[in-house]
């Protein structure tokens, strides 16, 4: 929970988090530096034994070190924020907590995956959200051989137009664009590529589609084949027979 006084600034979500994060850190240590002094700690001491231990505890510390040094980088670049969906490796999910050594994400099913800072920094991330929610869906779509595919180009289009998340004009996107993609072994293969306003939405806007796809093509009579095999006999056993069994 953000301090009053930082959430009702103008600073975007992200820099607040940074803000209170670093500031807590600062405190604490501000406060043992303190603490010490009124205790009558001498602080010439501590040089020497840190000194002593430095070699040790750097190679001890080293992936800790790593780690922190990689979250003051997140928390100041801010190249991840909280509540973007990233991609980091074989994890994939919404950024819901940034802190100094790890950063936590919660998965598609609601799992917490713990990852180390230096795995964002050093590693290639995705992000979907890092500029604006916006994100392109693909729908792959094969139709029968024979079918009219300029038929088959209006039933795509009209179905993407006609859902409320999908882009049909503006200048930093392109409309709905039906593709075709090549001649498959059963059907011949299209897609409907176009941009969607939340890209959190992605699987239920392409489940959609799916659904408005199919009716329009079951309307518009052409076929959604499946796969079929033709199989050739070059020669027969005569000893095999074909029909229904003798009596």
Known sequence: VLPEWVGKSR?????????????????????????????GFSFTNLAIIAGALSVGIGFGLQNIVNNFISG????????????????????????????????QIETFDRADVIVPNSELISNQVTNWMLRDPWGRVIVPVGVAYGSDVEKVREVLLQAARSHPLVITEDIR?????????????????????????????????QSDLNFAIEKGLRE????????????????VDSAIRFGPPPE
Do not use: C, M
Request: no cysteine; charged share 20%.
């Open 11 to 39: 600073i975007e979500r992200g820099a607040q988090e940074a803000i209170v994060t670093i500031s807590g850190y600062v405190g604490v240590i501000i406060a043992a530096i303190v603490g010490l002094s009124l205790a």
């Open 72 to 103: 003051i980088i997140l928390l100041f670049e801010r190249p991840i924020r909280t509540g973007d969906w990233i991609v980091v490796g074989n994890t994939e999910g919404y950024v819901r907590k940034i802190s100094i050594r790890s950063t």
């Open 173 to 205: 996107v392109g409309p709905p664009r039906v593709l075709f993609r090549g001649f498959g072994d059963s059907s011949l293969n299209f897609e409907i590529r176009f941009f969607i306003r939340n890209v959190d939405q992605r699987l239920s806007t």
């Open 220 to 235: 518009a009579n052409i076929e959604i084949p499946f796969p079929q095999r033709d199989l050739h006999l070059r020669s």
